[in-house]
C-alpha cells in the first residue's frame, strides 16, 4: 500500500513538474482590452501584465496591431511599480531622443505610424527574474460608415494562455441603436459561452472573458485558441432629415446620413491595366471582379472600359447603357483580357476624361466618374508622374471623380492617392490576398449608389470656429458625413443649413439644436470619457490636414504640416509628423537592455505622407524610405540605385531587392535574409537532414545573384525532385513526371504530397516533416524563391548553407559599446557573423507581399 502511494506521489509529482517545465518564462497573466465607443468615436485601452518566472532575466514584448484609422494617445510600462511613460514629440526631436537612449544603452520602444492606413507598437524590455511589467497603451478612432454600418476591429492575438483575460466594450449612441452584432474568427462553441451581450435602446456592453479551458484549442495541449479578429458591427437609428448634433464643452459635431433617396445614374469607365506584371493571378482576380460589377451595374447606368498596356485601347467607342445585352457583350470582353507590355497611365486616363467629354445622351441629373485599376509604375508613355498629375487634373477640371485602386505593392500608391484627392475622388490598395477580387468588388460597392452631389454644409460663420470640412462633391448611400467645430459666443440654438443636389432635385435641408439640451445629453454617463467631441474635432482635423497636404502645391505644404503637428502635440496623437519615445531613466541598471533592437527596427516600412518632393524628410524615424518613397523619387528623378538617391550605403538595400533566401527561425525567433555567393560553384549544397531524410541543393542563375534551379532528393518515398524556372519534373522509380508552371496540379507519391499552384509556387509535404516551397517570382527578374515551413521538425543534425541556420545559429550581443541597435553578431558552426536589419522584399506567399524586417548576411560557402 505504501509503494502504491509513493509511486502515486511520484507519479502526480513528476506531472507537476512536467506542467511547470511546459508553463512560458514569460507569462501574460492579465490581458485587458477595454474599449468605450462614444458616439461613434471609440476610446481603447490595453493593459497586460506579465511576470517573468525564470530565474533569470528575460525580455517581455508588448505587440498591438491596431484599426489603420487609430491614433496612438498613450503608453506606459510599469517595471516593478515604476512607471515609465512614453513622451510623445515631433518626429525630429524624438529622433534626437531615441538616439540618446540608444547610445547609453538602453533599450528604447518607439512608435511608429505607417501611414494612416496600418499601424503596430511594439515594444520589448528585459525584466529581471521574478519581476513584472505593465504595458498599457490607448489608441482612439473616429468609426466611419461603411456600406450602412460600423465596425470596431480588434485584433486578438496574446500568443498564450491567459489566466485573466477580458474584453469589455461600451458603446453609447444618443440615436439610438438600430441593430448590433458581433463577429470573430476564431470563436468556438466553448468560447461562445464566454461571450454576453447586453443591449438597450442607446447603451450596448459585448464582454468577452474566457476561462483558461475556453481557450484551449484541446484540453491535452497549452495552445490558444484566441488568434484572429473580433469585430463589432452596428448602425444607429435616423430621424432628423438634416441629420443629428452633438455638443459636449463648447464643441459640436453633426452626423449627416440620409437614406431612402433615389440613386444618381452613373456614368463610370473602367481603366484596366493589362501590363505585363498584371499576368497571373492578378488579372485573374480582376476578371472576376469586374465580371460581378458588371452584374451589379443599374439599367439606367452608362459604361464603358479602356485597357492599356503601352497601348491604350477602348472597348467601344461611346458609353452605352447597362442594358442586358450591352452588360453580356462585355461579360465576353473582359474574359479575353490578357496581360502584356509596359504601362501607359497617362494616356488612358486621358482617353476616359476624353470619352466621359464627347458621351452624348447620357442623363442631365447624372454622376461622371473614373475607376482606375493599375499595379505598376508608368513606363509608357508620360512616365513623370508630376507632369501625369497635371495633364489628369487639367482634363477632368473638376467635371468628373477619379477613383485609384493600386493592386499589391509594386505600385507607387503616393502617386495614386494625390492624382485622387486631386480630382474628388479617393485611392485604396488592394492587397495580393486570395480575396483581392472581394476587395474591388467591395470597393465598387461602396461607390456604386451615388444620392448627393454638391453638398454643402452650412453653419453661423461669426458662431463658429475650427470648422472641418464642409463642402463635399458626392455622397454615396451607407456611408456618413462628419463635420465638427467649436462654438465661439454664447449660443442658445446652433442653426444648420444643408444645401445639395439630388437626382430628382436641388435640396435646402434645416435644422436648430439647443445647445444646453444637447450638453444634457451626455451628463451622468459613468463610462464616457469627458471631452470626447473634441478629441472627435482634433482627431478629424488633422486627418483632413494630412490629406490637404498630399494634393496642396509645394508652398503651401509647410504651412499644413504645422497646424496638423500643433494639434497633434497639443492632443498627443500619434500621426506621421510625431512619434513616442519610451526610455527607461539614466539611474537605472542597463543589464539586458542594452542593444536591444527597438520597435522601429522591428517595423516594416511603410507609405508614407506625400505632397512634397522627397528630399522633404518623409522617412521614419531611421531614416528609411518606404517602398513607395523610393518608388516614387525614381519616377520624378530617373535615377537608378538607390544609395545615390539616398546618399547612404544603408539605405541601398532597403526593400529595393529580394534576397536569395528567407530563413524564419524559431529559436531564436527572427528572420534570416540570406545571400550565398555560389557563382564559383556548379552547384550549392543548400541542406541536409539525415533524420528527415532531406536534401537540397541549389544553382545560381547566368547573369543574376538570384537562384533559378533546385534539386530536392527525399530517402523515403525515395523521390527527386528538379525545380527550374521552366517546369517541375518529379522522378520516382526511375519514372519522370512533368508539372508546367502553367497550371496547377497535385500529385501524392507514399505519402509525399506535392503541388504546383500556377504560376506562382511549388510545395512538397510530408506528413511530420518540414515543408518545401518555392515561389516563382517574375517582378522584376525571373527567378525562384526557396523557404520552409514546419521548421520546428529540423533534427539537431541537420546542415548545409542553410540548415547551419536551423540547428546552429545564436545571437549574441557585441562587447563594443558603440554597436548600433540595428547590428547583431551571429554565431554559425563556429564562426562569427556580423548581422544588420534591413529591410527586403518578401516573396513567400504567406506573406502580405510588404517588406520584410531581417538580419542580412552574406555567406560564402
Not at 347 to 362: R, S
Not at 565 to 580: A, G, R
Request: proline share 4%.
Amino acid at each position: 500500500m505504501e509503494q502504491r502511494t509513493l509511486l502515486a506521489l511520484l507519479v502526480f509529482s513528476s506531472l507537476i513538474v512536467l506542467a511547470e517545465a511546459q508553463k512560458p518564462a514569460i507569462e501574460i497573466y492579465s490581458l485587458h482590452v477595454d474599449c468605450k465607443v462614444t458616439s461613434r468615436f471609440a476610446h481603447t485601452v490595453i493593459t497586460s501584465r506579465i511576470v517573468n518566472r525564470a530565474n533569470e532575466s528575460r525580455e517581455a514584448t508588448f505587440e498591438v496591431e491596431l484599426p489603420r484609422t487609430a491614433f496612438i494617445t498613450n503608453f506606459s510600462m510599469s517595471i516593478d511599480g515604476k512607471v515609465y511613460p512614453g513622451v510623445i514629440k515631433e518626429k525630429a526631436a524624438a529622433q534626437k531622443e531615441y538616439d540618446t537612449a540608444v547610445s547609453r544603452g538602453q533599450s528604447a520602444g518607439l512608435v511608429k505610424i505607417r501611414d494612416r492606413k496600418l499601424e503596430l507598437f511594439h515594444v520589448s524590455v528585459s525584466i529581471a527574474a521574478a519581476s513584472k511589467v505593465t504595458f498599457e497603451l490607448t489608441y482612439e478612432e473616429l468609426l466611419k460608415r461603411q456600406l450602412g454600418k460600423f465596425e470596431l476591429l480588434i485584433k486578438v492575438r496574446p500568443k498564450q494562455l491567459v489566466k485573466h483575460y477580458q474584453m469589455d466594450v461600451h458603446i453609447f449612441e444618443p440615436q439610438g441603436i438600430r441593430f448590433l452584432e458581433t463577429d470573430s474568427t476564431f470563436m468556438t462553441n466553448e468560447l461562445t459561452e464566454a461571450l454576453t451581450k447586453v443591449q438597450n435602446e442607446t447603451k450596448a456592453r459585448i464582454l468577452f472573458k474566457p476561462t483558461i479551458d475556453q481557450q484551449k484549442v484541446n484540453p491535452e495541449l497549452d495552445e490558444t485558441l484566441l488568434n484572429g479578429d473580433f469585430v463589432v458591427r452596428y448602425d444607429v437609428k435616423r430621424e432628423a432629415t438634416a441629420g443629428d448634433i452633438q455638443i459636449v464643452n463648447g464643441y459640436f459635431v453633426h452626423y449627416f446620413a440620409p437614406s431612402e433617396m433615389p440613386v444618381f445614374p452613373k456614368n463610370v469607365i473602367f481603366v484596366i491595366d493589362r501590363s505585363g506584371s498584371m499576368a497571373g493571378r492578378k488579372i485573374e482576380q480582376t476578371r472576376d471582379a469586374l465580371l460581378k460589377i458588371l452584374q451589379d451595374l443599374r439599367p439606367e447606368d452608362h459604361f464603358s472600359f479602356i485597357t492599356f498596356s503601352n497601348r491604350v485601347e477602348e472597348w467601344k467607342s461611346s458609353l452605352l447603357p447597362a442594358t442586358e445585352e450591352n452588360v453580356a457583350s462585355a461579360a465576353a470582353f473582359v474574359q479575353t483580357l490578357f496581360a502584356r507590355g509596359g504601362t501607359d497611365i497617362n494616356g488612358a486616363l486621358l482617353t476616359a476624361v476624353g470619352a466621359l467629354d464627347k458621351a452624348e445622351n447620357l442623363p442631365e441629373r447624372s454622376v461622371s466618374m473614373v475607376i482606375l485599376l493599375t499595379d505598376g509604375q508608368p513606363t509608357s508613355g508620360e512616365t513623370n508622374v508630376e507632369e501625369i498629375q497635371e495633364n489628369i487634373q487639367k482634363a477632368i477640371n473638376g467635371k468628373y471623380a477619379l477613383f485609384c485602386l493600386g493592386f499589391g505593392f509594386d505600385v507607387s500608391y503616393k502617386f495614386l492617392e494625390k492624382m485622387a484627392l486631386s480630382n474628388g475622388g479617393i485611392a485604396r490598395r488592394i492587397y495580393e490576398n486570395a480575396d483581392a477580387a472581394l476587395q474591388l468588388q467591395g470597393f465598387y460597392q461602396e461607390v456604386a449608389t451615388p444620392i448627393l452631389m454638391k453638398i454643402e454644409m452650412q453653419y453661423p460663420e461669426n458662431a463658429i470656429e475650427g470648422l472641418t470640412k464642409n463642402n463635399f462633391t458626392l455622397f454615396f448611400e451607407g456611408s456618413e458625413i462628419v463635420v465638427s467645430g467649436k462654438i465661439r459666443n454664447e449660443l442658445d440654438l446652433l442653426p444648420v443649413e444643408i444645401k445639395a443636389q439630388s437626382h430628382t432635385s436641388d435640396l435646402t435641408l434645416k435644422e436648430e439644436a439647443n445647445v444646453k439640451e444637447k450638453e444634457q445629453i451626455f451628463q451622468d454617463q459613468r463610462y464616457i470619457f469627458g471631452n470626447f467631441i473634441e478629441r472627435l474635432w482634433a482627431y478629424l482635423t488633422i486627418q483632413q490636414l494630412l490629406e490637404k497636404v498630399i494634393s496642396a502645391p509645394e508652398e503651401d505644404q509647410k504651412a499644413l504640416e504645422a497646424q496638423a503637428l500643433e494639434l497633434s502635440l497639443q492632443y498627443s496623437f500619434v500621426t506621421p509628423l510625431t512619434s513616442m519615445v519610451v526610455t527607461k531613466p539614466a539611474d537605472q541598471q542597463q543589464g539586458e537592455l542594452a542593444n536591444k533592437p527597438t520597435e522601429a527596427d522591428n517595423e516594416k516600412p511603410s507609405n508614407r505622407l506625400v505632397g512634397a518632393p522627397l528630399k522633404k524628410s518623409t522617412f521614419g524615424l531611421l531614416g528609411m524610405p518606404s517602398e513607395d518613397d523610393l518608388a516614387y523619387s525614381r519616377m520624378r528623378t530617373g535615377s537608378a540605385p538607390v544609395s545615390r538617391l539616398m546618399g547612404g550605403a544603408r539605405v541601398q538595400t532597403l526593400v529595393e531587392e529580394h534576397p536569395q533566401f528567407l530563413l524564419e527561425l524559431a529559436k531564436p525567433s527572427e528572420t534570416i535574409c540570406l545571400n550565398i555567393d555560389g557563382k564559383l560553384q556548379p552547384s550549392v549544397h543548400l541542406l541536409s537532414d539525415p533524420e528527415q531524410g532531406l536534401t537540397v541543393m541549389g544553382k545560381l542563375g547566368d547573369g543574376t545573384n538570384q537562384f533559378v534551379e533546385f534539386r530536392i532528393n527525399y530517402v523515403n518515398p525515395p523521390v527527386q525532385i528538379h525545380v527550374s524556372t521552366d517546369g517541375i519534373v518529379v522522378s520516382h522509380n526511375n519514372e519522370n513526371t512533368r508539372l508546367p508552371w502553367t497550371e496547377s496540379a497535385t500529385s501524392t507519391i507514399q505519402g509525399l504530397r506535392v503541388s504546383v499552384e500556377k504560376e506562382r509556387s511549388f510545395t512538397a509535404s510530408l506528413p511530420d516533416t518540414v515543408t518545401v516551397k518555392i515561389s516563382l517570382v517574375k517582378f522584376p527578374d525571373v527567378f525562384l524563391g526557396l523557404y520552409f515551413l514546419d521548421t520546428n521538425h529540423f533534427s539537431d543534425k541537420v546542415s548545409g548553407a542553410l540548415g547551419q541556420f536551423y540547428s546552429k545559429a545564436q545571437f549574441r550581443d557585441n562587447s563594443n559599446s558603440n554597436q548600433r541597435a540595428d547590428e547583431r553578431l551571429l554565431m554559425v558552426s563556429g564562426s562569427e557573423h556580423k548581422v544588420s536589419r534591413m529591410y527586403k522584399k518578401d516573396y513567400r506567399l504567406e506573406s502580405a507581399r510588404g517588406p520584410v524586417s531581417c538580419w542580412s548576411i552574406d555567406l560564402t560557402p
